[in-house]
């Protein structure tokens, strides 16, 4: 599934430079802001230690190309992470050197990110004041900062970002309501879903992927 995924990249791309600018009816703007739960989901070096919390807010927009269906895009800016325990000693990469995490002990990661979803955005038509709302796409997202936090002390807040791709693709899926104050103003309250198409660490034979799932929250203009 995730080589379908990546195949489709190009696809998105193509829609959004070609067909999106022509058929576009209207353009409609939201702001969000999105507090998460974060994850890795682990191969066979290293296995998954609990979640993180994490935020994500940015800028949504829509081009509507039919009455009810539109392209999805935007620009969003996200801090998450999560807990790695490997069962052998393995070398972390720094800004300083090598480090070296003994089997056992947790690798706390924090990351930041800027991601520009592009997919499709399916409404139902007004019941009442509320509409709903389903979004699918792909996410590119770029690496701003990689830290490990945690033990040992020489990883607290140590910079890893050669540990971590400065370019990761993932799939993102969410839903929710749109309630309309008047107007094209609206309230958004929704749940959104990632999971990674592409490894969420350089280290060699680790398969770890970043997973989260959001709580929607913004305002449509």
């Known amino acids: 599934m995730k080589k379908a995924l990546l195949r489709l990249l190009p696809v998105w791309i193509v829609l959004w430079v070609f ?14 802001v999105d507090p998460m739960v974060s994850w890795f989901s682990t191969g066979r070096k ?10 994500r807010g940015g800028l949504d927009i829509d081009r509507f190309f039919a009455y009810r269906y539109a ?3 935007g620009i969003f800016i996200q801090q998450s992470g999560g807990r790695l325990l490997f069962a052998d000693t393995i070398p ?56 490990a ?3 040992p002390e020489s990883l607290v807040n140590a ?7 400065w370019l990761n693709l993932g799939y993102q899926v969410g839903g929710g309501a749109e309630y309309s104050l008047g107007g094209n103003t609206a309230l958004i309250i929704g749940l959104v879903f990632h999971g990674g198409i592409t490894p969420f660490t350089t280290r060699e034979n ?3 992927y970043d997973k989260n799932i959001a709580i929607r929250a913004g305002i449509l203009f």
Do not use: W
């Open 19 to 32: 067909i999106c600018p022509v058929q576009a009816q209207r353009t409609t703007f939201g702001i969000h």
């Open 46 to 55: 290293a296995d998954n230690d609990g979640i993180r919390l994490g935020i």
């Open 71 to 73: 392209f999805h895009t």
């Open 92 to 147: 972390v990469r720094t800004s300083l050197g090598t480090d070296t995490l003994p089997a056992g002990i947790p690798l706390v990661q924090g990351i930041q990110q800027i991601g520009i979803p592009l997919g499709l955005k399916f409404k139902t038509d007004e019941i009442g004041y509320t509409t709903f709302y389903f979004t699918i796409g792909m996410v590119p997202r770029f690496r701003i900062k990689a830290e």
């Open 149 to 151: 936090k945690g033990e």
């Open 159 to 165: 910079d890893i970002r050669e540990e971590v791709p």
């Open 206 to 208: 680790e398969q770890t």
